[in-house]
């Protein structure tokens, strides 16, 4: 069980498309910081939507660039939401 934590934008970076390639049935996912940005286009949401794999949101991250709400097909996570997830996993990896 991982956790992939995706800082980089998909417009900018190939990040998240090498963390889908990298994805196994426990794992998950977490957009922070500029990974947020996939859920401005949306084929990055029908795509992330169609995973079996949970996918996280940090809200601040969404709100601080801009953006709103996350959508709802999401789960929005704050700050203390983001270290129980770290906890859950068994490790985390870092996709920039």
């Known amino acids: ?3 992939h ?3 980089a934008s998909p417009f900018s970076s190939p990040a998240l498309e090498q963390c889908l ?3 196994g049935d426990k794992d998950g996912i977490l957009l922070l910081e500029d990974g947020v940005y996939a859920l401005n286009a949306p084929s990055w949401q029908r795509r992330l939507n169609a995973l ?3 996918v996280y949101v940090l809200q601040s991250d969404c709100l601080a660039r801009g953006m709103g709400e996350s959508p709802a097909l999401f ?3 704050d700050m203390a ?3 129980e997830l770290t906890l ?3 490790n985390s990896l870092t996709w920039t």
């Open 81 to 83: 939401s983001v270290v």
């Open 5 to 7: 934590l995706v800082t």
């Open 75 to 77: 789960h929005s996570v």
């Open 88 to 90: 859950e996993y068994n």
């Open 52 to 54: 079996n794999q949970p």
């Open 1 to 3: 069980m991982t956790l």
């Open 21 to 23: 390639a990298q994805l």
